[in-house]
């Protein structure tokens, strides 16, 4: 069995600034590969920028956020099912 590690996600800055709370997101691409998708599903651009959140004064989209912790973004909560199968 291989193993392949995972590499810290890519937060970027995207659309034009000022806005009132700017805000990191998690980029993915859309059909159209000129352009990207927030993995929270509001945004989408064709300008993004890289940024560190550790030395940034941006902070990470709450929604982006829920996508990487595996919770529902839009707060609904989900039983998890779990099979107990006698083998």
Known sequence: MTTTAVSTPRWYRVGVLPEDVPLAHLMTRSGD??????A???????????????TAELTPCPG???????????GEDRAQLALDLGV
Do not use: F, N
């Open 33 to 38: 590969l000129r352009y990207r998708r927030s």
């Open 40 to 54: 929270c599903g509001e945004r989408e651009s064709r300008s993004w920028k890289p940024v560190d959140l550790t």
């Open 64 to 74: 982006c956020v829920a996508t990487l912790s595996g919770a529902p973004a839009d």
